[in-house]
């Protein structure tokens, strides 16, 4: 019996190809699409779910207010450590510093990234040890820990425990390995190769006297581990007012945990509170899947159905002769779950030949773990659905008739399922129109973020770490820099112009309110700062080796002199750090922070000593590789040890929106393939109506219908679903998308002009897809069509 239905099934198949090759290419594209997009959804759904202990994790934030809202901030001081180890419901709480170093072991030597970790990191973050104690290995000074990958390219094949690495952040100092972590996964918070105890960054770092019992200094991340079963309320109770205790005459601070499962999916804050992050992008592109997957489906059981009407008379004769329904049912929902089979193993197929381009486009590694049953789960699921869904119409509809009435003709099977087909087409339409709509609004908000003015000139302009042997040479490196014409101009600061590494409240300033505060970010530089980014100065100067007294000068960004409301800066002093400091100059503003996020006041300080960025300004030449090539061999002069490694300021500004470019090329690719799946199963029904109406046709023809009249016959019925569709979805598009530009501070307007043009696109594509079969079907010959008659 099996066999016999399995037969007619494969004959049936061969029989109909067309519809079985549109049936079953159109439900894969849209399994494999649906899966690609899981695999991103469940690798972000998992973010640091490598460590076994991740609800009990939490990351400190601080919010502080200002006239501008409360503010939130990732940094907190270095005296907060105290009052954490006093409290019994935390289990451990690390500092953390993030910091570059030349690793050197023979002659070898690497410039590695790395952290300087509290003593309980590793116990606290359960990394994969391959080597060494937790417990113990960042308890020494003079330790470090490396990862696989660095051990093996300082070390080779020897073991690297116990043996000795020079370090070399201010001095070489020699470290000795007592531990060997496994290569951190890529979906996790942390990435380092290699870890300093805290305790020797404390004792070796000179701006660290001044951080210990000052509670404006913000520049370390604090994590805790909280006791199984503590009170996380009370413990964001007592971190509330932590500060205000220390520091009761200070700022309006307040610290908060923020929990390890939110650090990646809830990353947006507004006004000191949570305002989603990723987890919009999540829930969008699970959206997305279940579109695609809905649209695909229902290609296939519209085309399922339709074609089953044609196989009518087969069941007359089949239940003429012996079936009973339930073997017809039996053998209608089996031919069913064969092509959702057939479509799921070609799903599979599509995924593996993609993935790797797919994996370039998210810039991660997703592989399907096929000896998971969640993914065989799925599989199964999604067959059965499918299968039983779209077989359920022939299976229980058409096997009740009497066979007496099929084969006399007196059972209209057609008007029956036209109903709910038309429904199925039209969610698809609207579901095309919000893909369309989305897909429109991510291009132009991406756009308009990235040509957005950020107050400084960006071509070329390159940013290169600092080192000791650099700080220690850095006058004689610029001068032969800007001598050689190797460089335009040249200067130095505490972070990149790209980004912001701290910042602190300005204390007190003349026409101060007693309620305003003001949250000001901070560079530290030295001379020709503005000049070398191309900064405008709005008011007074910039440093100048003319003014001694500029060690105690400040200068202003426009921002800062808006929120402090001063109207004469020049001349003025403020108060920050328990200092006074006199404003020589007012710069533009300049976007170094998020690029989605208003410009934050700032302060700039000429401060040597605190630097961590050289910014070189190179010539315009149609050679930029021996532009590049002659900076680096004036570094390589005043610092030989250090590999030359830089980069250019436009690609840094350009990273700020990878995550959001990344979700526009995948709106993209996955609203295409929506409309392909869409326009598949429109191709299908086009040509099955014109084949219905094949009769129709020809008698029309006979009767002087011309082809033009025959092409809009049969798309009005298609045009009118489009329109309806467009009615319903435009709303939906609309408040999806002033939804997702909410989240951005600096945003476009709303395009109304997207619904029109998509709306129109969408009827276009039906029209030409439906016409082509309308045409076709209407250049027939009418003798044939009618011969039967």
Not at 211 to 224: E, I, L, P
Not at 399 to 417: E, H, M, N
Request: hydrophobic share 45%; net charge neutral.
């Amino acid at each position: 019996m099996i066999k016999n239905y399995l037969t007619i099934a494969l004959r049936t198949l061969q029989r109909n190809g067309a519809y079985s090759f549109i049936n079953i290419a159109g439900l894969a594209v849209g399994i494999a699409a649906s899966i690609l997009i899981l695999l991103w959804v469940q690798d972000e759904l998992t973010f640091n779910h490598y460590f076994s202990n991740y609800r009990d994790l939490y990351h400190i934030k601080q919010n502080t207010t200002t006239d501008n809202g409360v503010v939130t901030r990732q940094y907190t001081p270095l005296p907060l450590r105290e009052p954490l180890a006093q409290d019994t419901r935390i289990k451990r709480s690390v500092l953390t510093v993030g910091q570059h170093a030349l690793l050197t072991v023979g002659d070898k030597k690497l410039n590695k990234g790395g952290l300087d970790a509290g003593e309980a990191f590793l116990e606290m973050f359960q990394f994969q040890l391959l080597q060494g104690d937790a417990a113990t290995a960042l308890r020494e000074p003079h330790s470090i820990v490396l990862t696989q990958s660095t051990a093996t390219a300082l070390f080779g094949d020897e073991d690297p425990m116990g043996k000795i690495v020079l370090v070399k952040i201010a001095n070489n100092e020699p470290m000795k390995v007592t531990a060997i972590v496994a290569d951190p996964p890529e979906n996790i918070s942390f990435s380092f190769d290699y870890l300093l105890p805290f305790a020797y960054f404390e004792a070796t770092a000179d701006w660290i006297k001044y951080a210990r019992d000052n509670w404006n200094n913000n520049a370390f991340d604090t994590y805790v581990e909280l006791q199984p079963g503590a009170d996380r309320a009370g413990v964001d109770r007592f971190l509330h007012d932590v500060i205000s205790k220390h520091q009761p005459e200070g700022r309006e601070a307040s610290l908060f945990l923020h929990p390890m499962s939110h650090w990646r999916l809830y990353n947006n804050f507004e006004n000191g509170k949570e305002s989603g992050g990723l987890i919009d992008y999540v829930m969008l592109f699970s959206g997305i899947a279940v579109f695609i997957l809905v649209i695909a489906c229902i290609n296939f059981m519209n085309l399922a159905t339709a074609r089953s009407e044609h196989r009518a008379r087969e069941v007359g004769i089949r239940k003429s002769v012996g079936s009973s329904r339930n073997q017809l049912v039996v053998q209608f929902i089996g031919e069913s779950l064969l092509i959702s089979a057939l479509a799921f193993f070609f799903s599979i197929v599509l995924v593996e030949l993609v993935r790797p381009f797919y994996n370039g486009l998210i810039d991660k590694h997703l592989v399907i773990d096929y000896t998971s049953p969640q993914i065989w789960l799925f599989g199964l699921t999604l067959i059965l659905f499918t299968g039983l869904l779209a077989g359920s119409y022939p299976a229980f509809y058409l096997s009740s008739f009497r066979p007496a009435q099929i084969l006399k003709g007196k059972v209209q099977t057609g008007r029956a399922g036209r109903t709910p087909r038309k429904v199925m087409v039209t969610l698809q339409f609207g579901f095309s129109i919000l893909l369309m709509v989305g897909t429109v609004v991510i291009y132009k908000q991406v756009e308009f973020l990235k040509r957005r003015e950020v107050g400084y000139d960006r071509e070329n302009l390159m940013l290169i770490w600092s080192s000791n042997d650099i700080e220690k040479n850095y006058a004689s490196l610029k001068q032969e820099l800007v001598n050689t014409g190797a460089a335009v101009s040249v200067t130095k600061s505490n972070s990149p112009i790209t980004n912001i590494f701290a910042s602190s409240p300005i204390e007190k300033w003349t026409g101060m309110r007693p309620d305003q505060r003001v949250e000001a970010t901070n560079i530290a530089t030295q001379y020709d700062y503005t000049k070398t980014m191309g900064i405008r100065m709005l008011e007074g100067r910039d440093f100048s080796e003319d003014f001694k007294s500029d060690t105690t000068a400040i200068i202003l960004n426009k921002a800062a002199v808006l929120a402090m409301d001063l109207k004469d800066p020049i001349g003025d002093r403020i108060q920050m750090w328990g200092q006074t400091w006199t404003i020589v100059g007012v710069m533009d503003d300049v976007l170094m922070g998020s690029g989605s996020r208003n410009i934050d006041p700032l302060v700039m300080t000429m401060d040597p000593t605190w630097s961590s960025t050289i910014t070189v300004r190179i010539p315009k030449s149609a050679d930029l590789e021996a532009a590049v090539n002659h900076v680096g061999n004036v570094f390589k002069k005043y610092s030989p040890e250090y590999p030359f490694e830089y980069r250019f300021a436009d690609d840094e500004f350009q990273r700020k929106f990878s995550s959001i470019n990344m979700i526009g090329r995948l709106t993209s690719a996955f609203a295409l393939l929506a409309m392909f799946i869409t326009g598949l199963g429109l191709f299908g029904m086009a040509a099955f109506t014109a084949e219905q109406r094949t009769k129709e046709i020809g008698i029309r023809k006979v009767l002087g219908a011309s082809v033009a009249g025959l092409v809009l016959l049969l798309t009005k019925d298609f045009s009118r679903m489009v329109i309806i569709a467009f009615i319903f979805s435009a709303p939906l598009a609309g408040w999806a998308a002033q939804q997702f530009l909410q989240q951005y501070q600096v945003r476009i307007d709303l395009p109304l002009w997207v619904f029109p043009i998509s709306g129109l696109m969408l009827l276009g594509v039906t029209a030409i897809i439906v016409s082509t079969q309308a045409i076709r079907a209407s250049l027939r010959n009418p003798v044939k069509a009618l011969r039967s008659e």
